[in-house]
């Protein structure tokens, strides 16, 4: 509208309505709106040479960030957000939160990302049985507020039924006693002015569970010297290679977590393990027995939508009678609809067309098949994404009781720390361990983000011939300044205190040392060892090698924890 009354000035040459408008496109936003539109769209994941790709070439993930990115780029006081983190990878999660934490006007947010909501929000409105109740807080903040509501609630209704219960005896003893009617119609009266408190109806937890694995082969898989990636496109071009030079081993029980900007390859790698791609080089040898449970991304398009829930199982039972790999499970259609009823599908439910159904629903049915194939490995990408706060909650309770190895690749920070306990980074073509817990890779992310708009500020200077100022680092700390009026037995005094305190912490840090120097080693052992358990014609030795990989897991657990321990006593002494 502000660009059409810019047109419509200048065609009538009025200057002052001209001016007017001028002032409105710039209200809006127009002369920085390229740039504005090229931040959020990289930020949200997209690469540098699709921003010119027509909007349809996109999946629908794709397009939902696009919708996203329109939300963001428009100048508004109140910002409207259903459901945003669903499509974004963690790198874009990440972005968008530190976004909307500058975002100036009012915002409402509905999400079922826990952390995300404790992020970005500082009021929660909580919608229960038609009514809405606000409470001042971030998620985690109305948790703890509703869980005390509920207990006074319950604690009011109990004394109230105790009170009624009371009166009512009264009433039923002495109502036929003309000397105690005035007193029993008293009663009655305030039984019915009495305002009736509810009972607490909690909401039915959902819950399910992994059956233990029929086995557990050690290693699960070996990848060595792997390249993945997609076939070429057209007749005569080249493989599309995505990470390459892979020699990792997946071990059993493992709990790993997959991490990388969008486009580096976490989907591919899932996907080559799962069998759904080939390597395009090298090789991955199974553990005999391998079992494997798959959770796609686009998992919930791959259901036929004109199908039932019990038609998907039936059909499952027939597909892995036909690949041999029934393994004790339920076949028999009754047997197959309780199994469908411990994931909430009962009655008519099993019967309804998987078409007209929610997306946690869809998700609750792949989760459902995949659970009943009894996996010893689970890969699962971007499980989370149609899942409501209960449902995630559950999945994160099933696979920590789960006996087998988990491989995840998720947006969900409160999935993967509660899950993972180790982290591998795809990145620049390859795959390697993430030396850190989550809150390192948000702030590597970060950290990756600003060097990138560094770089883009920096060419376009040197696209203009002009040199930016290059900010003097900090000078070196130097000797603090006498405190005036200190004596000379004070500073003796000072001096023999820090002495002492050296004489504590020396040995204590002599043995941290020890043990840093020890935790290298044994970090350099395990990555040999893994690189050694990838090579092919392993396989005598491969159960002495996982042996020993589990010894060098089991002592580096016992140095780190002692590790912490020692820093807390250097910590402590310093303070006294």
């Given at each position: 509208a502000a660009q059409q009354e810019v047109t419509a000035s200048e065609e009538s040459g009025d200057g002052e309505r001209m001016a007017h408008a001028y002032m409105d496109l710039h209200d809006a936003g127009a002369h920085d709106a390229p740039a504005r539109a090229q931040a959020l769209i990289l930020g949200l994941g997209f690469?540098?040479?699709?921003?010119?790709?027509?909007?349809?070439?996109?999946?629908?993930g794709w397009r939902m960030r696009l919708q996203l990115a329109r939300a963001l780029m428009c100048p508004s006081e109140l910002l409207l957000l259903d459901e945003p983190t669903n499509h974004l990878d963690l790198d874009a999660l990440v972005w968008l939160e530190a976004w909307l934490k500058r975002y100036e006007g009012t915002m409402l947010v509905i999400s079922h990302d826990r952390e995300f909501l404790d992020a970005v929000t500082d009021v929660t409105l909580h919608i229960h049985n038609a009514q809405l109740t606000r409470y001042g807080g971030n998620y985690s903040r109305f948790e703890d507020m509703r869980a005390e509501q509920m207990a006074l609630q319950q604690s009011a209704f109990a004394?109230?039924?105790?009170?009624?219960?009371?009166?009512?005896?009264f009433i039923d003893r002495f109502k036929a006693k003309a000397s105690k009617a005035k007193?029993?119609?008293?009663?009655?009266?305030?039984?019915?002015?009495?305002?009736?408190?509810g009972p607490v109806l909690a909401d039915a937890d959902f819950t399910f569970e992994f059956a233990e694995p029929q086995n557990l082969p050690n290693p699960m898989l070996a990848m060595s010297d792997a390249s993945f990636g997609y076939p070429p496109p057209d007749e005569g071009s080249e493989p599309v290679v995505i990470v390459r030079n892979i020699s990792r081993s997946v071990l059993a029980g493992q709990r790993i977590g997959i991490l990388g900007a969008n486009g580096q390859g976490k989907s591919t790698v899932v996907k080559t393990i799962a069998r759904d791609l080939h390597p395009l080089a090298g090789q991955i040898t199974e553990g005999k027995g391998l079992n494997i449970g798959y959770f796609a991304q686009q998992e919930l398009d791959v259901l036929r939508p004109a199908d039932t829930?019990?038609?998907?199982?039936?059909?499952?039972?027939?597909?892995?009678?036909?690949?041999?790999?029934?393994?004790?499970?339920?076949t028999r259609e009754q047997d197959l609809r309780s199994f469908l009823?411990?994931?909430?599908?009962t009655g008519d439910q099993v019967k309804q067309s998987v078409g007209s159904m929610s997306g946690g629903e869809k998700a609750r049915l792949v989760l459902c098949m995949i659970v009943w194939q009894r996996p010893n490995l689970l890969l699962l990408d971007e499980p989370t994404n149609h899942l409501d706060l209960a449902t995630r909650e559950a999945l994160s309770v099933a696979l920590n009781e789960f006996e087998g190895?988990?491989?995840?690749?998720?947006?969900?920070?409160?999935?993967?720390?509660?899950?993972?306990?180790?982290?591998?980074?795809?990145?620049?073509?390859?795959?390697?361990?993430?030396?850190?817990?989550?809150?390192?890779?948000?702030?590597?992310?970060?950290?990756?983000?600003?060097?990138?708009?560094?770089?883009?500020?920096?060419?376009?200077?040197?696209?203009?011939?002009?040199?930016?100022?290059?900010?003097?680092?900090?000078p070196p700390p130097g000797k603090k300044p006498t405190e005036p009026g200190r004596t000379p037995e004070q500073k003796r005094a000072d001096a023999q205190r820090r002495q002492q305190l050296a004489d504590?912490?020396?040995?204590?840090?002599?043995?941290?040392?020890?043990?840093?120097?020890?935790?290298?080693?044994l970090a350099q052992e395990k990555s040999a060892l893994e690189a050694a358990m990838a090579q092919p014609g392993s396989q005598s030795d491969i159960a002495d090698m996982g042996r020993r990989l589990k010894a060098l897991s089991d002592e580096t657990e016992k140095l780190e924890a002692r590790w912490l321990e020692l820093h807390e006593a250097i910590e402590a002494l310093g303070r006294s």
């Open positions: 690469r540098t040479d699709e921003l010119e790709r027509p909007v349809n070439s996109f999946s629908g004394k109230q039924q105790e009170k009624m219960a009371h009166l009512q005896k007193q029993a119609q008293s009663r009655v009266k305030a039984l019915e002015r009495m305002e009736k408190i829930p019990l038609e998907h199982m039936i059909r499952l039972v027939r597909e892995c009678t036909a690949e041999g790999r029934l393994s004790g499970q339920p009823g411990n994931f909430n599908f190895t988990v491989m995840l690749v998720s947006h969900d920070r409160a999935l993967l720390r509660a899950v993972c306990d180790e982290f591998w980074l795809v990145s620049r073509g390859g795959i390697e361990p993430f030396d850190g817990d989550l809150d390192d890779y948000q702030r590597y992310l970060l950290d990756m983000a600003k060097q990138s708009r560094e770089a883009q500020r920096q060419e376009q200077k040197g696209a203009q011939r002009a040199v930016a100022p290059t900010e003097a680092p900090a504590k912490t020396k040995p204590l840090k002599k043995e941290l040392d020890q043990n840093e120097k020890r935790m290298t080693q």
